[in-house]
């Protein structure tokens, strides 16, 4: 049954990217925006394209919503951008299943069919309007949650420190999956804590040290959004 449920899975979820593949273009209000300002990028600084450096100049910071014109910058280095765009909307699909079926999976194994469920609704109407780094946020944010939950009674420094990377990630994907990370991480952490330990002062040992450990690998991420 695991076997045949899982090649449903593969099936279903190539058949929801296969039309991404059949035509030119990808209809999303944002992707002429989105691959515009990615040849903008791609063309800095070349010759012919010196109009470019008078009138922009590059930002050199950190900051959210920018991780999706670095992929489709790197991918249209090998391709042109229109398939750049696909193979970003196929890694998003592909990415987006897998992290709802760990996130399940981490809360009950035996649920994992489950995660069928989230398939039909990948390329939802956030999709359409072009929200590719806030789509892709949310894959990330279920990626990491079904990592950490099964694992969360032990904060490990390999875990901690996974955390902190995952955060980071996911500040300069979207800022709501680190917020939507962060909330779920803290919200949980404090539910087991009370439903652990009855007594007060033990409530607080563990809350204060489990908490103290959660926002130390989150933290990184905060000072980005600072």
Known sequence: LERNERLVFALLLALVILPVWLFKYFPAWDSPLHLRMTDIMARYGEPGAEILTQYLIPNQTLEPNLAIYYLLLFFSRFVDLYTAEKILLTLYAVLLACAARSAIAGINPRASVLSLLFIPTIFAKSIHMGLYNFSLSIALYLLVFGFWYPRRAR????????????????????????ALLALTLGAITLFDAVRDRPLRRAVLTALARRGLALGLALLPGAVVVA
Not at 169 to 177: I, M, R, S
């Open 155 to 178: 904060l490990t420094p390999p875990l901690l420190a996974g955390l902190a990377i995952a955060g980071l990630l996911l500040v300069l994907v979207h800022l709501l999956g680190f």
